[in-house]
């Protein structure tokens, strides 16, 4: 059983930084496909960005690149959300994901194709 828990949210100025963390035990092979998504008050959940477990390789949603950086560690098994410029519509809360049968494409964006996720970490951007 994939277990994933995020830490590492905060308050923080707009144009400031912040690392979250997201601890991952339980995957079992290398073709997981991990991701970061947001969810602001009202809104629906949304793609952040994803990296393969294998390659290390990661995309991102547009409003976020240039700005956010993904990457894991794959001795530790943590995934990393690098996060600069911050702005307030980055307001949310931001969770990591695991999907177990390593998506591609299209289907990376989308919540339901998801098989895990930790709770959750609040990210709050002041003005």
């Known amino acids: 059983q994939v277990q994933l828990v995020e830490s590492g949210g905060g308050l923080v100025q707009a144009g400031g930084s912040l690392r979250l963390s997201c601890a991952a035990s339980?995957?079992?092979?290398?073709?997981?496909?991990m991701a970061w998504f947001r969810q602001a008050p009202g809104k629906e959940r949304e793609f952040v960005g994803r990296?393969?477990?294998?390659?290390?390789?990661?995309v991102y949603t547009d409003s976020v690149k240039g700005r956010f950086t993904i990457s894991r560690n794959k001795d530790k098994n943590m995934i990393y959300l690098q996060m600069n410029s911050l702005k307030p519509e980055d307001t949310a809360v931001y969770y990591c994901?695991?999907?177990?049968?390593?998506?591609?494409?299209?289907?990376?964006?989308?919540?339901?194709?998801?098989?895990?996720w930790g709770q959750g970490t609040q990210v709050t951007v002041s003005s």
């Open positions: 994901a695991a999907d177990r049968d390593g998506c591609s494409g299209y289907g990376c964006g989308l919540r339901s194709t998801y098989d895990y």
């Open positions: 339980g995957l079992t092979f290398s073709g997981y496909v």
């Open positions: 990296v393969r477990w294998s390659t290390g390789i990661a």
